[in-house]
């Protein structure tokens, strides 16, 4: 490490034990060789690698090894770096096939797009010496929604009449912000609750992560709107129902006995959609937009907008 990189470190992060530096990568093609204490170098910048980021799933940690937290040495902020990475795999949706992969390129074009916005991350691109598209990201401070709402200490009916109605009133303006992509040619590709935060302090609902998209020829959207009603489906809940947790939830034997396969996610298929039928107080025009995604529905939103149509007159009905 030269000794002006050696001296930003210790200026900038003197609690960093300066034996640990290692590194100066330029070209970040080789992402796995980049690790703590490395440093990447952009457009005459450095920020020095703490760790890899990852993602909890199916109650496992999730590396990703191509996403480093890092501290830009010459402002001392903390930024995240995401590297090009590359991957395909299809889901199926139904009887359709959809061709999911990663596009840094997308990705990078999108946060051009909103860097005005605040229902989005923010950050820029910068590429490194073999041109990859290095995306340095401002970090969103807040809570993925699926966390937040899961953590709300009420029982379900509590919850669903005293703090769901505000959930959907500011969900209603995350789907507005994914309406806005789809009008200027772009998807999100990855909506998931954990790529949903609410921001500390300010409360506002923001989007992270859009560096995958999809190929779905009978709904260029499907696959966002199908993660809209994912998200809707577990803030109505306030969690996840299925097979493996319903007999926790206190229901009555002729309720669960009352489940069918077309009460279940369309995608992911031991989820309960019809959620009117462990809590029969969820009126029956929002449970009917949470049925386009079961598997018994025969009509598919096919915008945002057809969604927002039918979603937004439910919330008058919650007081």
Known sequence: MSEDVRGLVERYM???????????????????DINHGDVIELGGSHYLVLKDESERRFGMEDPKYWVKRCRELETGESKILKLVFFERFPLKVGEFEVQCYRSPKKESRILDMVADDPRFMHGVTRLDEKENPVRVLDIVQG???????????????????ERFPAILDHFLGACEAIGTLHAKGEKHGDIRRDHLF???GSGQYRWIDFDYTFDFHENPYGLDIFGLGNILIYCVGKQVWNAGNLDEGGFSAETLNGLGSGDHSLVIRNRVVNLRKLFPYIPVELNNVLMHFSQQTEVFYDSVEEFLDELRPCRRLLG
């Open 143 to 161: 809570r993925e929604i699926g966390k937040y709402v899961y953590a709300i200490k009420a029982d379900h009916e509590t919850y669903f009449r």
């Open 14 to 32: 003197p609690e960093f034990p300066v034996r640990r530096c290692g590194k100066v990568f330029t070209d970040t093609t080789q992402f796995m």
């Open 198 to 200: 609410i921001e500390y």
